[in-house]
């Protein structure tokens, strides 16, 4: 017997309709969208993680933390990676 697939988007749709899930759905979206964006210039440019390090003068551990999720960045750290990706840091209150 085969196994059912699922989509990754019927299984969002699904979870998005529990009011807990979504709203932390909702506040971590912001990190996640950056972060989503910072890789994909990297990869648009084909720079390393190790690469874009070196020119912030970061370790490639601090890079590979932020693309993971699993680190905060300041504002700051995030002006430096948007500078050396060739990019601008733009931030909004909505």
Sequence with gaps: M??????????????????????????????????????????????TQSELAKKIGTKKSNISRLESGNYNPSLDFLSKIAAALGKTLNLQLH
């Design 2 to 47: 085969g196994k059912a697939s699922i989509s990754l988007e019927e299984v969002k749709k699904d979870l998005m309709k529990d009011d807990g899930f979504r709203e932390e759905y909702e506040k971590l979206k912001p990190r996640y969208d950056i972060i989503t964006q910072i890789i994909l210039a990297r990869k648009e440019q084909h720079i």
